[in-house]
Nanobody, 122 residues
């Protein structure tokens, strides 16, 4: 059983930066793909980025390309999402999720964190 705990959400002005953290416990960290998702008020949850800890490969949705960077610290069992040039439309609850396979991660993750609020003011 994998437990995920997000942190780092905050209120920030447009153009600012935040770094979200997703600390994992249980399971073998290197066996999982871990991704970031977000859900804005009144909208469906959407994928943002993922990293496959088994080979280090990463993926970014269009909303994240050029502004967000995902990274993994295997020694700390933590995945980070560095978010730069934040926009008001980035306002959402950000969740991390984990799965043993990338395809499963993007369609039906096995494990979810509780979420962390990111609010970007204009």
């Amino acid at each position: 059983e994998v437990q995920l705990m997000e942190s780092g959400g905050a209120l920030v002005q447009a153009g600012g930066s935040l770094r979200l953290s997703c600390a994992a416990s249980g399971g073998t960290f290197g066996d999982y793909a871990i991704g970031w998702f977000r859900q804005a008020p009144g909208k469906e949850r959407e994928g943002v980025s993922f990293i496959n800890n088994s080979d280090g490969s990463t993926y970014y949705e269009e909303c994240a390309k050029g502004r967000f960077t995902i990274s993994s610290d295997n020694a700390k069992n933590t995945v980070y999402l560095q978010m730069n040039s934040l926009k008001p439309e980035d306002t959402a609850v950000y969740y991390c999720a984990a799965a043993s396979e990338v395809l499963t991660l993007w369609t039906s993750p096995n494990y979810w964190g509780q979420g962390t609020q990111v609010t970007v003011s204009s």
